[in-house]
């Protein structure tokens, strides 16, 4: 592992966990890379310059927000919903510090900035956090839903501020993109990817998961489900004090192999599961770089695989090099903030050969908990109720065997646990819309491994 401290950064630390041993003529190396960052500065990751200098100080220019509410027709049934809507995105505001540009959007099916409303973005002070405010009880519900429209629209205003380097965007909806093809959806999602993170949340049950979980997943950020509208203010408010308290944004997780040798994949697995193998770009020979987003205060942790040549009995390698890098600014190289090494040691030694890292047996049976739920709702929904109960079986398993509380109690809510040991279980009757939805909304949420 090796640490670099770079000015107004956190610091960034890798750790690799492994068994690097492999039997006479195996090919396949795993490791789990954990990633912790703690302390730096606010100034985005970014040296402070020219621009950094105003009103508000070094942060003016450390982030950039953008609220995107839907203001379709159905949010007025119940009215609960737009009024949930206006207070959760009032409460969200007031948690913008100061010097941060923000803006809100006014979705349909098409997009409008409601506030500051001139198409570029406001910088957060008293004052236009009570203006801002202001906008929202002017808000009422009416047209359709086309989200990818939304989307366009932070994007633009995003745009008007290059210099921020942390742009994050909030998405709520309560419904599906009905106004709009899943092709005109897909196409402005990989418009946009890359631009900014986006957490996105569906109120109520009329909506579709696999919808927010394609926007949240391209741009790093999280969905889940507020099945009752009172839960918003808090749920927002806890979604942009996260956005505030980041402090770097593009950060890389760069994978260099020797030759011959090959990813295999590359997942995050904590806090959630996420595959991010399809996402890589090329960074010089034999290496590639796969997006993690923006860091504040945190640690995650990843699954990288690779396959290198075999060799003989008592050869050893260096299977890859991992290391957290921030792209380079014109004219200069990527910064390297933290590295660490897997390796591969060939043996014929049948007990260190065979040995499973545990952290790596860990999260293998995270990602198979995330796809066994989600398999099973897809086959319940299809009418498949003996595969839906052998799936949601081996979940209840796996969350039950792993520690995983969270998923295990929301599981309980869907199925009646004869023996978690075992999987055996029984599907409720009358479950609900909301639980279902729940379970498979979260369904990609970890537990770390118990050191």
């Known amino acids: 592992m090796a640490t670099l401290a770079k000015p107004n950064l956190p610091r960034f630390d890798v750790e690799i966990f492994q068994n690097e041993f492999l039997a006479d003529g195996a090919r396949e190396v795993n490791a789990i890379v954990t990633v912790t960052a703690t302390g730096g500065g606010t100034s985005g990751g970014r040296p402070l310059g020219v621009a950094d200098a105003g ?88 047209g359709g839903t086309a989200m990818g429209t939304w989307l366009m629209k932070a994007d633009q205003l995003f745009q008007t501020r290059p210099d921020i380097a942390i742009r994050h965007a909030i998405l709520l909806t309560d419904g599906n993109n009905e106004h709009q ?18 957490d996105c949340r569906g109120v109520g049950t009329d909506w579709r998961v696999d919808e927010l979980r394609k926007i949240s997943s391209a741009l790093l950020g999280t969905v889940d489900i507020v099945a009752e509208p009172a839960g918003l203010a808090d749920d927002f408010r806890s979604m942009m004090a996260g956005a505030m308290g980041k402090q770097v944004a593009d950060v890389a997780l760069r994978i260099w192999t020797p030759a011959n040798a090959v990813v295999r994949f590359v997942k995050q697995v904590a806090p959630s599961v996420e595959d991010l193998t399809d996402r890589r770009t090329e960074a010089g020979p034999r290496a590639g770089d796969y997006p993690t987003g923006s860091w504040g205060d945190e640690s995650r942790d990843y699954h990288v695989c690779v396959e290198v040549p075999a060799a003989a009995v008592g050869n050893e390698m260096l299977a890859a090099r991992v290391s957290l890098v921030l792209p380079p600014q014109t ?19 049948l007990a260190s050969s065979t040995r499973i890292s545990p952290q790596v047996a860990h999260y293998t049976g995270q990602a198979e908990l995330a796809s066994s739920i989600q398999e099973g709702l897809e086959a319940h929904r299809a009418g498949d109720v003996d595969r839906a109960t052998a799936k949601l079986g081996a979940a209840v398993r796996i969350a039950h065997a792993t520690g995983n509380e969270g998923t295990f109690k929301l599981l309980q809510k869907v199925v009646d646990v004869v023996d978690p040991k075992e ?16 379970l498979e909304t979260r369904s990609t949420k970890t537990v770390r491994v118990k050191k």
């Not at 959806?185 to 993170?197: M, N, Q, Y």
């Not at 004219?331 to 030694?349: F, M, P, R």
């Open 423 to 438: 999987g055996t279980v029984r599907f409720r009757k009358n479950v609900s819309e909301a639980d279902s939805m729940t």
């Open 181 to 198: 093809s899943a092709t005109d959806l897909e196409l402005a999602i990989e418009l946009v990817t890359g631009h900014f993170t986006a």
């Open 331 to 349: 004219g200069a190289t990527a910064e390297v903030l933290s590295q660490g090494l897997v390796k591969a040691v060939w043996t014929d030694d």
């Open 55 to 142: 009103p508000f100080g070094a942060d003016a220019q450390s982030a950039a927000v953008v609220i995107m509410v839907d203001c379709s027709g159905s949010m007025d049934y119940p009215a609960s919903k737009m009024r949930g809507a206006r207070e959760a995105t009032a409460a969200a505001i007031d948690t913008v510090r100061d010097g941060v540009a923000f803006a809100v959007v006014a979705g349909t099916h098409e997009a409008r900035d409601v506030f500051p409303g001139d198409g570029t973005l406001a910088i957060a002070s008293p004052d236009t956090r009570s203006r801002a405010k202001e906008a929202l009880r002017r808000l009422t519900a009416a």
